[in-house]
């Protein structure tokens, strides 16, 4: 094959890239992603229920309410994956399972609080206890993909029409929005600010499981720092984004890719505790189960993930 004809394939690769991830700027710009975020959900809910599901595991299952995330997950699942198919599943399906695991996540919280503070000393030894006790921040991560679930119940599908194509049509008389509000808002894909504050939140929760977990095995290496520090400047970004659209466009996506990158890697390394223990994979489970859990660094990438998401949508009220 002659260098022209490669040097000619390489284009026509790098246009059709370029077109598609303009392409998917557009639908996102325009809140016509919701079969794309109903899977997106699917997927989130899937690995916080297997999380969840070893992490009740570890506590025997000592209350009946730690079965419900791990049904919950299930269902909301099913969910998304329907969602992905019909917009009626998106729409009524998803977005009332995504409510339902919403509140559980709530009511987990308020469960791993009586946890602590039923430890010897209780609140009176907060930092020993949150160390020690249930993951306190643990349910309202859970709701991170019950979040997306609710968020893609409210978006239109990418075969919608494109109103950044025609932005007068909004104006016409012959047009009616299916919602008001701010639902109209996520409707439309116009919801940057409120992202970025719940990826705020869940930069918050996210970093202080990751600092007081690392503190429990004394910071052993140097890699398990990353998220500790990453954690204030994605927050500080996040918070930067609400107040100032030059923040949100410049600022938030280069801490947001170094937030996905860092809990990608994160990932690998806690894969790599789990294969380190003694037996290695000839007891995955139980190395699964007592070793480094395994998809936690996931969730803070997680929270790069809504910050790229966030640094591309529109603002609210344009």
Known sequence: MSSSLVADNVKVLALSAEDMLSTIDRHIK????QRSLSLVAAASSFISGLEVSYEHYKGSYSNPIMYSPVLLSGVLTAAGVYGFFSRKGAEGMLRWTSAIT???GVIGFGFHIRGIARKPGGWRLPLT???????IFAPL???TAAYLGV???YLRREGDRNLLDDPGLVRRPEYKPRYTGWRRDLNEGRFQKHMAGVTALWT???GFEAWYSHYKSRYRIWAQWTPVILAPIQLAACVGAIFSEPVARKALPVTSVLAVADGTVGFGYHVRGIVRRPGGLKTWLYNILYGPPVFAPLLFAACGALGILATTLRREGK
Do not use: H, K, Q, T
């Open 102 to 104: 919403l509140a559980d």
């Open 204 to 206: 918050l929760f996210s």
């Open 151 to 153: 968020l893609a119940s």
């Open 30 to 33: 325009d809140g016509r992603f």
């Open 141 to 143: 991560l859970f709701g």
């Open 129 to 135: 206890n949150i160390i020690m006790g249930p993951p």
